[in-house]
């Protein structure tokens, strides 16, 4: 039986892939990993399995994996786009200097690893509509370049060393169990919380800013069916377009008011994060996952906003989400 390690486990994505994981393989073989300390109420069942572990420091990783006999790392810590623009520094040390550190371990110790890209390894020069599974990668973000030069570094692992990396282009995510932080697509996720809460949210992108989207059951099941997936058919590996929605705040606005009537949208662009999203594809062509692996999104924008508002719903107007801030 193969033990997991998972890095940077406390974020949007490792809050629920850790226990569809668990639930997968078993929570003894899961080994949950952050430079954070478990949250009070931590949606992932840590107990034993944790290990705090900063993953700009090699010797860290390497204990870990020692420690717990990993064969397979869910890479997932990293700085997103919004944040990685206000610290390009901290960003370069984080996302790449963690990834090459992770790259490293995994070769030592014969691990197979999962590194997420991002619809920001993609730039203004890319063609924006059906964005092709190989096409021109020349981001303008801090965020976007450890993306690219990330993917690159992988395939460079793969190829002089044998490595079994793979890896996934992911859209924007939309969740309900933790909030992301410092993305630019962050407004798919705030837009249910003032909606539930408010019935008002200021969006800090324009109303017609189209971007890929994908709701976090689907995201989590596209990693995990990946890694399944048998080797020899995958002609990419790393790494791979997905989406599940081409969507912009006002298509999304306009879901949400169908169950919350006279929820109001308005508008306060941030020019950062709207030059970030400019830049990026309108929607991704995403056939090479569908055909090597058998991706196919559960979740469409109707699917997933009736989902949302029911399971955040409880969360947001119970005892706790009334004392949460905004
Ligand atoms: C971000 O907005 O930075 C991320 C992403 C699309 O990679 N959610």
Redesign the pocket.
């Known amino acids: 039986m193969s033990n997991i390690l998972v890095t940077g486990a406390f974020g949007q994505i490792g809050s629920e892939l850790i226990p569809a994981l668990q639930q997968r393989y078993g929570a003894e073989h899961v080994i949950v990993s952050d430079i954070r300390m478990a949250p009070l109420q931590s949606p992932v069942m840590v107990e034993r399995n944790f290990e705090h572990v900063d993953c700009t420091e090699l010797q860290q990783i390497l204990e870990a994996v020692r420690r717990h006999d990993i064969d397979t790392i869910y890479h997932l810590a990293a700085l ?3 944040v990685a623009e206000e610290m390009p520094h901290l960003a370069w040390s984080i996302n790449m200097g963690g990834l090459y550190n992770v790259l490293e371990a995994a070769r030592q110790y014969r691990c197979r690893v999962f590194f997420p890209s ?3 390894a993609f730039g203004p020069s890319t063609p924006r509509d059906h964005t092709p599974q190989v096409t021109i990668q020349r981001p303008t973000t801090m ?1 976007g370049v450890t993306k690219a030069s990330g993917e690159l570094l992988c395939d460079y692992y793969a190829a002089r060393f044998g490595l079994d990396v793979r890896g996934l282009r ?4 939309i969740s309900y169990v933790a909030r ?1 932080g410092g ?4 407004y798919a996720v705030e837009i249910f919380y003032q909606a539930l809460r408010y019935k008002h949210y200021r969006c800090f992108l324009g109303p017609a800013t189209r971007l890929d989207m994908m709701y976090m059951p689907d995201a989590t099941r596209a990693m995990i069916e990946l890694m399944e997936a048998d080797g020899a058919a995958l002609k990419y590996r790393n790494a791979y377009n997905v989406t599940a929605m081409s969507i912009a705040p006002e298509d999304l606005a306009g879901e949400i008011r169908k169950h919350i009537p006279g929820f109001v949208i308005d508008y306060q662009i941030d020019p950062v994060r709207q030059s970030i999203a400019d830049s990026w594809p309108r929607s991704l062509d995403d056939s090479a996952a569908r055909a090597d692996w058998g991706w196919a999104p559960r979740f469409d924008l109707a699917g997933m906003t009736v989902d949302m508002l029911a399971r955040l719903g409880e969360k947001v107007t119970g005892p706790e989400g009334r004392r949460a801030p905004a």
């Open positions: 997103l786009s919004a991002s619809i920001g965020y992911l859209p924007g995510l992301p993305g630019t697509t962050d």
